[in-house]
């Protein structure tokens, strides 16, 4: 699941909390409930594999598991070429594509999402990934590791997501041990990203692995997540922006996003 974790389960709690928050107006709010149970999350790459689309329900409890959807009918389509996905019995929630494929620059791809006889829609093209900017480490007392500087959280030629995995065997008990982080290069600079809470850094000594993928985002793409991270991540800082929904490419006032991207894929050993 290599983009839709915590992330995902914040965006899903965020939305119970927008729609049972406001106690005016109830029956416009019970009918917006019903509407937008569904959360679609899913990126299509450029990577040859089976594509992989998440399905799930709005809940309530944070700290709870996410419901999957798993009878709804998935298919991806552009001017050329089908591509149905399957439910997952052993992955839940998630539909996997019946065959492996690349998505390709100068297509736009078509999602269609049928859930309880009602039509959901989405359409989304990918735009090109630069090479990975490298990112700086530090060095503790202890002489563990640590990210000091991660790619940058602005640039007017491009927006990006980075997803940094590292590896690492724990030398007090040799255990294997990970961490997956995020960061994101955006083309607008908002005060209370600047002002963010301070990420707690991760530590890991030398030999560990750093596996860097950097995936393109279009413009809404971007703006999408962009919006979460406003209700997270930068939340609690100096200035906090008032709330708002985020704005999903879901049609039917579905909510999540479908997105197709071009990935950039590096990795180097701690030394």
Do not use: H
Request: proline share 4%; hydrophobic share 40%; aromatic share 14%.
């Amino acid at each position: 699941m290599p983009l839709i974790s915590l992330l995902g389960s914040i965006f899903l709690f965020f939305i119970f909390f927008i729609m049972v928050g406001c106690e005016e107006e109830t029956p416009w709010e019970l009918e917006i409930q019903e509407k937008t149970n569904l959360v679609v999350q899913a990126i299509i790459t450029d990577e040859y594999k089976k594509q992989k689309i998440i399905l799930s329900q709005v809940f309530a409890d944070r700290n709870g598991a996410i419901p999957p959807i798993r009878d709804a009918q998935v298919r991806v389509t552009n001017d050329e070429e089908e591509y149905l996905f399957d439910s997952d019995s052993t992955d839940e929630g998630s539909y996997y594509s019946r065959s492996a494929f690349a998505a390709r620059m100068g297509q736009t791809y078509r999602l269609s999402v049928i859930w309880r006889e009602q039509l959901y829609t989405a359409e989304s093209a990918m735009v090109q990934v630069i090479p990975i900017i490298d990112i700086q480490l530090g060095q503790n007392a202890e002489g563990l590791y640590y990210i000091s500087e991660g790619p940058p959280i602005y640039s007017p030629q491009e927006q990006a997501l980075y997803q940094v995995d590292i590896e690492w065997t724990d030398p007090s008990d040799t255990s294997d041990a990970s961490a997956r982080l995020y960061y994101y290069t955006l083309s607008t600079i908002d005060v209370s990203e600047l002002l963010r809470p301070k990420r707690e850094d991760v530590f890991f000594p030398s030999g560990s692995k750093i596996v860097i993928t950097k995936y393109s985002l279009q413009d809404d793409f971007a703006e999408y997540y962009r919006s979460i991270l406003m209700e997270s991540s930068w939340q609690a800082g100096v200035f906090d922006d008032a709330s708002y929904t985020p704005r999903g490419n879901i049609s039917d006032d579905a909510f999540g996003f479908f997105g197709v991207s071009a990935v950039f894929v590096d990795s180097i050993i701690v030394q």
